[in-house]
């Protein structure tokens, strides 16, 4: 049996515009089952979107939490940082001003030591001391301790070590330049080693170790 023009008109607007009519025409049509399941699947399509949103947010806020607690142990790090970087420059510095003094005192010991040495050889060689200055400074140069004699030039350094021997000789360059006498390099310390020694000797350095 076929539809008129009129009916077919009439059954297209009545499927286009009742729900119940649709759904009755797809019973008919044994598609019932499809749309049900169609409209299962739509629901735990709904409920899965739901839930992943939840899990969503759920995991934004702990994200959103880790990154304060990150910034706040950043911080606290960074902080920590700065003040032990102030606490070494500081120690440094204490370090740096002990050493300068310790380094003075035993320079300014050393020189004692040498002075009363050397003033006995000095006597004993008929030289005349003119002038002995501790710290002198000559063309620039620093001296540990000079002392000049009339016919003599006695250049002290406190150093121990070899290469200071090459420093030493230098400055005795220097100082017999300037002052146009004989210099005599000397070398005092502790522990002076046998090569330090040998090697100031070898040189013409006087050694006096205390």
């Known amino acids: 049996m076929s539809l008129t023009a009129e009916?077919?008109?009439?059954?297209?607007?009545?499927l286009e515009e009742d729900?119940?009519?649709?759904?009755?025409?797809a019973g008919l049509l044994g598609l019932g089952e499809v749309l049900n399941e169609l409209r299962r699947l739509r629901e735990d399509f709904n409920k899965y979107v739901e839930k992943s949103e939840k899990r969503w947010r759920q995991n934004e806020k702990r994200w959103k939490e880790n990154e304060k607690k990150w910034k706040e142990w950043y911080k606290?790090?960074?902080?920590f940082l700065e003040d032990y970087?102030?606490?070494?420059?500081?120690?440094?510095?204490?370090?740096?001003?002990?050493e300068e003094t310790l380094g003075a005192v035993a320079e300014s010991q050393y020189t004692r030591y040498v002075w009363e040495d050397l003033r006995e050889e000095i006597k004993a060689r008929g030289e005349l001391v003119i002038r002995r200055v501790r710290s002198a400074k000559v063309e620039n140069i620093d001296v540990d301790l000079?002392?000049?004699?009339d016919r003599r030039v006695y250049v002290v350094e406190v150093r121990p070590r070899v290469e200071d021997v090459g420093a030493l000789l230098?400055?005795?360059e220097v100082v017999r330049g300037a002052l146009s006498k004989e210099v005599v390099p000397v070398l005092t310390g502790t522990w002076i080693g046998d090569d330090v020694e040998k090697y100031a000797r070898g040189k013409g350095v006087l050694i006096y170790s205390y």
Not at 19 to 25: C, P
Not at 76 to 79: D, I, L, R, V, Y
Not at 86 to 98: L, V
Not at 146 to 149: I, K, S
């Open 7 to 14: 009916e077919e008109r009439r059954f297209l607007k009545a």
């Open 19 to 25: 729900a119940e009519f649709r759904y009755a025409v």
């Open 85 to 98: 970087k102030k606490r070494w420059e500081d120690a440094n510095r204490r370090f740096s001003r002990i």
């Open 170 to 172: 230098a400055k005795a």
């Open 146 to 149: 000079l002392v000049e004699t």
């Open 76 to 79: 606290a790090w960074k902080e």
